[in-house]
């Protein structure tokens, strides 16, 4: 779904798939429900942080289709533990909670994988964020969607993060070779090396795809960080505060507030007179989180 919200920005509303709330981290893990049922796999082992929407997507689904499911929190945990938003859905969904520390995520993870096999599951082990090639490719497909409707925006902005969104539509855009540019926010990462993950992914789906790679411009601004990832200053935090009443969804200071303000200030700053879209990738859940 397309909201215009003025003259020259629309938004993509991911927040409304598959249902209310959803966003790009629920869309990534309905790219692994063929796979899912195909392999017939009955538990789920991922990992996230405090409030993330990709264990959160991985707990609904998991509650939803009856399997097994264990995720491998890092973060504060009393945060993990009184907090609102995707932690409170976390801790409702009957997933297992393990809480440990970010050096030791990949240990607990294969420890969980190991005790659903020993109870003879068939367990799916899922990277953080929802990192995989299924989950990138339903970026190329939302972006032809776009196109088949008639719709090319001149530039596409949203928030960064592990890059897998963003790379999917640059790779749709390869695939249709239109010139659509895509100008990721950074939520967490420096520029340099956000844009060599977004760019090293981007040669994997075309790959995966048999896409014609092409001159395209891999843009992750790192400017509006403010601080890091979950840092944010006042003008972010003033348009998450006004969001709902000004545009109808929420903007959150993590994500898409601080990408909705990159895209605001970069439209000023360079001039840009085109038509932009912003792919809102959801985080209903981190606004409502504290
Ligand atoms: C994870 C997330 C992003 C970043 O998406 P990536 O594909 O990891 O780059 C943006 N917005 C929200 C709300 C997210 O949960």
């Known amino acids: 779904m397309i909201q215009r919200i003025n003259d020259q920005i629309s938004v993509f509303r991911d927040d409304v798939y598959p249902s209310l709330g959803g966003g790009n981290k629920a869309r990534k893990m309905m790219a692994l429900d063929a796979k899912i049922k195909e392999l017939g796999h009955n538990a789920l082992v991922t990992t996230g942080g405090v409030q993330s929407n990709h264990c959160r997507a991985v707990a609904l689904y998991s509650k939803k289709n009856k399997l097994e499911c264990t995720l491998v929190l890092h973060g504060d945990k009393n945060r993990i533990l009184s907090e609102s938003g995707n932690a409170k859905i976390m801790r409702e969904s009957g997933a297992t909670l393990v809480f440990c520390d970010s050096s030791e995520i990949s240990d607990h993870m294969d420890a969980a994988m190991q ?54 539509l640059l790779a ?49 601004d790192d400017s509006f960080l403010s601080g890091g990832y979950e840092k944010y200053n006042a003008d972010i935090k003033e348009i998450a505060d006004d969001s709902l009443m000004n545009y109808g969804f929420a903007l959150d200071t993590t994500y898409t507030a601080k990408a909705f303000y990159g895209m605001l200030k970069t439209i000023e700053q360079k001039k840009i007179t085109g038509q932009v879209l912003f792919w809102y990738t959801g985080g209903i859940y981190n606004y409502l989180a504290k």
Not at 125 to 140: F, K, N, R, S
Not at 141 to 164: H, Q, V
Not at 195 to 213: R, S, T
């Open 172 to 220: 749709g855009v390869s695939k249709k070779n239109v010139d659509i540019k895509i100008v990721g926010i950074s939520v967490g990462r420096a520029s340099e090396r956000a844009q060599n993950i977004v760019g090293k992914f981007y040669n994997e789906l075309c790959d995966e795809y048999y896409i014609e790679k092409n001159e395209i411009s891999i843009v992750v």
């Open 115 to 168: 005790q659903y096999i020993k109870k003879g599951l068939n367990p799916l082990y899922i990277y953080g964020g929802g990192h995989t090639l299924e989950a990138g490719h339903c970026y190329i497909t939302e972006l032809e969607k776009l196109l088949e409707n008639n719709y090319k925006p001149d530039y596409i902005f949203l928030a960064s993060g592990s890059g897998t969104t963003q790379s999917g």
